[in-house]
Each structure stands twice: as C-alpha cells, then as structure tokens.
C-alpha cells in the first residue's frame, strides 16, 4: 500500500497494519525526517502524510521518551517499530499493567477503544504509526491523588506527555 493506492474511505486496524508495514520496506519516504532532540526536549515526531481518511506520523524515542496514558479518540492505529524498541502498556485496574516489548520489525494495531501508553525502550528508537479516521482529539488519562480517573480530551496537535501527577497505579 502506498500514498497513491490508499482508498478513499476510512481504513480498518488490519489495512493500517498494512499500511505501515509497506512504508517501513520504503525508508526512501521517511528516512530523512529521523532525528532526536536532547536530553529534556520532547520527542521528535514528524507528519508524513494526511488526508480525508488516514494520517501517518513518524516519531523518533528516546527512552525517557513517555506518551502517557492515552486513548485514539474515535480512530483506529497501527505502530510499526523500524529501529530499536518500544514498550507498550495497558492499565489494568486493580492488577499489575500488561506491558508488551515491541522490538524492531514488529507491528501492532488497534481499535478506537484501546487505552495504552509507549515510551522508548532502547537508546533510540524508530516508528511509524497510521490512524483512521486522521487524529484530532486524543482522550489522556489521569489519577487524583485520591484515586479518581479522569479523560481529558485534548487536540492532535498537543504532543501528549506524561501528565505530572500521573500515576494509573
């Protein structure tokens, strides 16, 4: 699948996943926008492409590097890791999170209702991540100090960091 295949309509988890497989085999269309900031910048995320129905971002992880807990609003995704690794968590409520390593070359999709947070697990990391419907909104989670969870519901556009009274323990 490539910019000019892509069909004009919303595309499901299992076609994103497809979709950031192939741009991964072709490093000639993101390669360039690969770079990662200092210590305490936030992390380097560049668009790579976006129209009516899907919107493809590449970003670069350091492992300080934390999206904090975070839902894709009504779009669905897929993250293909091209360089380094990923962690991956989902809140359990009342249990130890599930965390999943997600080592270069492996992808993951999801749906809509999927609530996760990544940080970078090597040095530096590498992924490219397609949601459909395009991102606007993002819900970000966070926990009171007396337990009370809370979605904030913010723009595509504010790069999502850990909230710092976060902790979903």
Request: aromatic share 8%; charged share 25%.
């Amino acid at each position: 699948m490539s910019w000019e295949s892509l069909p004009d309509r919303f595309l499901d988890p299992r076609e994103l996943r497809d979709l950031v497989d192939d741009l991964a085999a072709q490093p000639e269309l993101w390669a360039h926008q690969v770079a990662f900031g200092e210590h305490g910048e936030a992390r380097h995320y560049a668009s790579l492409y976006r129209d009516s129905y899907v919107d493809v971002w590449l970003i670069c992880w350091r492992p300080e590097d934390d999206t904090g807990w975070h839902d894709h609003d009504v779009s669905s995704g897929a993250v293909r890791v091209v360089a380094g690794a990923l962690k991956e968590s989902n809140p359990r409520i009342g249990g130890a999170h599930l965390e999943t390593l997600l080592p270069e070359g492996k992808t993951m999709s999801f749906g809509p209702e999927h609530i996760h947070r990544i940080n970078g697990h090597a040095e530096t990391s590498v992924s490219i991540h397609a949601y459909s419907p395009p991102l606007w909104r993002l819900g970000q989670y966070s926990i009171s100090d007396d337990g009370v969870m809370r979605r904030a519901s913010v723009s595509y556009a504010d790069e999502l960091r850990q909230a710092p009274q976060e902790a979903l323990v």
